[in-house]
Nanobody, 125 residues
Framework: QVQLVESGGGEVQPGTSLGLSCAAS????????MGWYRQVPGKERELVAV???????TYADSVKGRFTISRDNAKNTVYLQMSSLKPEDTAVYYC???????????????????WGQGTQVTVSS
């Protein structure tokens, strides 16, 4: 099992910055990636940014150029630095980690996701 604990949410004004942190503990070896998702009521949870174990990053188009994901392997922590925040960034942000295992040589990978409890980010004037 992997435990993820987020911190750093809050309410900020449009155009400002905010940082989120997610500390991982437990069976964190061989995690393939860690990242951030967000969800607003009535909508599906959507990917915000992810950073793979090798360091490559992926961002949602809506946050490219404004958000930066990074990780500190020594602290088993992933960060999301959000800048130029917009009201539409308002959501509950969830930390995610996953690993894929191959039950057999010819088997498709089985993905296991782990989630944090979520932290509210509100962008409002």
């Amino acid at each position: 099992q992997v435990q993820l604990v987020e911190s750093g949410g809050g309410e900020v004004q449009p155009g400002t910055s905010l940082g989120l942190s997610c500390a991982a503990s437990g069976s964190i070896r061989s995690l393939d990636a860690m990242g951030w998702y967000r969800q607003v009521p009535g909508k599906e949870r959507e990917l915000v940014a992810v950073i793979a174990s090798g360091g490559s990053t992926t961002y949602a188009d809506s946050v490219k150029g404004r958000f930066t994901i990074s990780r500190d392997n020594a602290k088993n922590t992933v960060y999301l630095q959000m800048s130029s925040l917009k009201p539409e960034d308002t959501a509950v942000y969830y930390c995610n980690a996953y690993r894929k295992i191959y039950p057999c040589i010819e088997c498709r990978p089985v993905r296991t996701d782990y989630w944090g409890q979520g932290t509210q980010v509100t962008v409002s004037s």
